[in-house]
């Protein structure tokens, strides 16, 4: 029998990562799955007394999640939080990521308050994305500051750099911005590992994948661009998100 993990309220907060988006399960709560609702039924299955809220939202700046989810995550109560955040303000033109660093070093001092169990992600490597991939650099200055981040306020680092397995095309959605539900599968597989907690949470094997002819992979690009990316850059044009109208799907236990 798994040994029984020492937390009981388990709060998430970030942005589109954290609310699931590229796992769709329309019966759940918000309609998407995702890592953070896996992690949760793993956990809740090693201890009697066990809740779950899940306040992220899609298109959520740094800014905005410190701003709307911490207060609210706070008065939950949790005694484990996790947080992602700054992933939409790193791949914004102009960012900094030493500023934004700096506002999250702000945002984890917050969340440390009460001493509840921090678990904080990195970026992954995008350095096979189209486009994205222009912003590997200011990623892994921005990991590394997260790190030093970590380490002065003891928090667990959830490593996406490291996750190497998230460069093979199947772990993502179309869109390409977003994790496919075999993404999410295993990024809560190493959640789970970063809490120390036992899980059955099956490891992705991949079968090679058939290559591809150059004219028929920038065929799938072109389409891509116009089917997500143009869209993507528009709603920065207009000054819009795609969580607008959106609200927590999990706001209380």
Known sequence: MAQQHPWSRFVAIGDS?????????????????GWADRVAEVLAAQTDDFAYANLAI?????????????????????DLITVSAGGNDIIRPG?????????????????RRDDATVLMFNGPDIGMTPVLNRVRGKVA???????AIAQR????????WALRELADPRMWAPDRLHFSPIGHSTVAAM??????????LEPFFAEPLPP????????EDLGWAREFLVPWVLRRVRHQSSGDAVTPKRPNY
């Open 212 to 219: 591809r002819r150059w004219r028929e992979a920038r065929a």
């Open 191 to 200: 959640v789970l590992d970063a809490l120390a907690v036992d899980h059955a």
């Open 141 to 147: 200055i921005y990991n590394e500051n997260l790190r």
């Open 153 to 160: 306020h003891d928090c667990i680092v959830a490593d996406m």
């Open 17 to 33: 990562f954290t609310e699931g988006i590229g796992d769709p399960e329309p019966e759940l709560p918000g309609g998407h799955r």
């Open 58 to 78: 899609r298109g959520r700046l740094l800014q905005q999640i410190s701003d709307e989810q911490v207060d609210a995550a706070l008065e939950l109560k949790p």
């Open 95 to 111: 960012t900094d990521p030493d500023d934004i660093s700096q506002r999250f070093e702000s945002m984890i001092e917050r969340l």
